[in-house]
């Protein structure tokens, strides 16, 4: 570990002192009546949060908290085409010797701090549960990772970095977890590191490819002879309704990310708005308090490459052609759905696309599971890798206990 250097956040006085000035020059729009959620994010809200943010809300108090809570560090890795990237991560071992390493990686608009919750979860010593040593590294242009200025960074040089991070922490061997980008990254570390490194990857995304006559006539007759299950039909709606009234971030994000990044880089409450808007309908009826909302905001506002930052990987990776032609990888895979994820694909196309071996149905829950639902996240985990699991043993001479 010749250059990992533990990390505190320690956001500079001049910077709050230019947010306090930016919340008090904020113009607000006017809105339409009675317009609630139906335009965007509802502005009685974005004053309600900008008030807080400028008035009570104590960053330095949140950011002890981080800082006590989540062990910190940063690190050079080495990507190629890329020079080195320093990377920031948490990084929590269990006491548990023979612990299963495992990686979580967030999305957008997700950040490291999602894995708070499941940390004390995942690494704690208890009877009968296996335990892990946890990795959560921020994305490059995320929380504290540098960004990256040359074009043509995707999935590829994700899976490179993450594992050659895992690498170097000693974890030759190791797991994966994540929704979301975290998903498409995992994957991509799956088909290209697995299964020498990655040995079976978790994800509570669900998407998958249709199955066509072409590559698999079997199933593709199998499926239209098949009716979709309630669950099927009430995910098609959920997926056709998010396509028709949320997607165009996407669009933004993955064709001109650097437009709407001087507006969300220049202006606290425009990327309130824009990403609070997605903690709301993204989550499934989730009782976010003001303080939680300006937090997850605030991490990013204070990154060290700026808000931003976090944008690009649309671009690069929409435009490359990744992320609908994702790589198929032979280790085991485990599924967690939650209700009101975004999209989820019928289970015939999930099962012909991926080695399952795990899935779980929740009744409720979003997608951000680690953070709505930490408790049924970690409980899928420990049954897909505990003693009687489909994936136990998977990581050589560490079995989790």
Request: charged share 20%; glycine share 8%.
């Amino acid at each position: 570990m010749a250059n990992e250097k533990p990390f505190r956040i320690a956001v500079p006085d001049d910077a709050l002192a230019l947010l306090q000035r930016k919340l008090a020059d904020t113009r607000f729009p006017d809105e339409v009546e009675d317009a609630n959620w139906a335009y965007g994010t509802p502005l009685a809200d974005i004053k309600r949060l900008t008030e807080r943010w400028r008035g009570d809300y104590d960053w330095r108090a949140h950011e002890r908290r981080l800082n006590e809570q989540l062990p910190m560090f940063t690190r050079d890795i080495e990507v190629d085409g890329f020079g080195t990237v320093n990377v920031h991560y948490v990084h929590k071992r269990s006491s548990v010797a023979g612990a299963i390493p495992l990686i979580y990686v967030h999305g957008w608009p997700g950040n490291f701090a999602e894995v708070s919750k499941i940390l004390p979860l995942l690494t704690a010593e208890e009877p009968g549960h296996p335990s892990f040593h946890v990795v959560a590294p921020s994305l490059p242009g995320y929380g504290w990772s540098e960004g990256i200025l040359k074009p043509g960074f995707q999935g590829k040089n994700y899976a490179e970095l993450f594992n050659k991070l895992m690498i170097s922490l000693g974890y030759s061997e190791y797991v994966t977890q994540g929704g979301d980008w975290g998903f498409v990254l995992t994957r991509y570390m799956a088909a290209r590191h697995g299964p020498k490194h990655v040995k079976a990857s978790h994800t509570n995304a669900t998407v998958a490819p249709p199955i066509t006559f072409r590559n698999s006539p079997l199933q593709y007759f199998k499926y239209l002879l098949t009716p979709y299950t309630e669950i099927e039909r009430k995910a098609i709606e959920r997926e056709n309704y998010v396509k028709m009234t949320g997607m165009g971030y996407f669009a933004q994000q993955s064709t001109r990310p650097q437009t709407i990044g001087y507006a969300l880089a220049d202006s606290p409450v425009g990327w309130l708005a824009w990403i609070y808007e997605k903690l709301v309908s993204w989550t499934d009826e989730y009782p976010w308090t003001d303080d939680e909302v300006i937090t997850w905001i605030s991490i990013y506002w204070f990154s060290r490459a700026g808000p931003a930052a976090s944008l690009r990987i649309y671009y690069e990776i929409a435009n490359s052609g990744e992320l609908f032609s994702l790589p198929r990888t032979s280790v085991p895979v485990g599924i967690s759905c939650f209700p009101k994820e975004l999209f989820r694909s019928p289970r015939a196309f999930v099962h012909a696309e991926s080695n399952i071996v795990f899935e779980s149905e929740h009744a409720a829950g979003g997608h951000f599971p680690a953070y709505e639902k930490p408790e049924a996240l970690v409980d899928d985990l420990r049954r897909m890798f505990g003693r009687d699991g489909p994936a136990a043993g998977v990581v050589s001479g560490r079995i989790g206990y």
